[in-house]
């Protein structure tokens, strides 16, 4: 059984860091592609980034610069790195798993608050 657990998020001001983690567990994510997403309150959610496998990370315009996507094959880990925080990254986000471009896994989600 595939699951995703997100972990990392928290309360922080204007311009500090987080860094958030997505254990998988149930399957080799290096096989699959894992993404972050994020939904604030009353929108819809968005695309923050992904890694495919063991290929090259892709980022939302909205994170260029100032978020990492990584992954930890030994741990089976996807992590996001957010620096430079802003009161408009705050939202709760999201890891989905991919398997051949046709099935999901979501996480439950880790809450990110960014103010003063």
């Known amino acids: 059984q595939v699951q995703l657990v997100e972990s990392g998020g928290g309360l922080v001001q204007p311009g500090e860091s987080l860094r958030l983690s997505c254990a998988v567990s149930?399957?080799?994510?290096?096989?699959?592609?894992v993404g972050w997403y994020r939904q604030a309150p009353g929108e819809e959610r968005e695309w923050v980034a992904e890694?495919?496998?063991?290929?090259?990370?892709a980022y939302a315009d909205l994170g260029k610069g100032r978020f990492t996507i990584e992954g930890d094959y030994r741990k089976n880990a996807v992590y996001l790195q957010m620096n430079s925080l802003r009161p408009e990254d705050t939202a709760v986000y999201y890891c989905?798993?991919?398997?051949?471009?046709?099935?999901?896994?979501w996480g439950k989600g880790t809450l990110v608050t960014v103010a003063s």
């Open positions: 890694i495919q496998g063991r290929g090259n990370p």
């Open positions: 989905k798993l991919t398997i051949s471009r046709v099935t999901d896994f």
């Open positions: 149930g399957i080799l994510f290096a096989g699959s592609t």
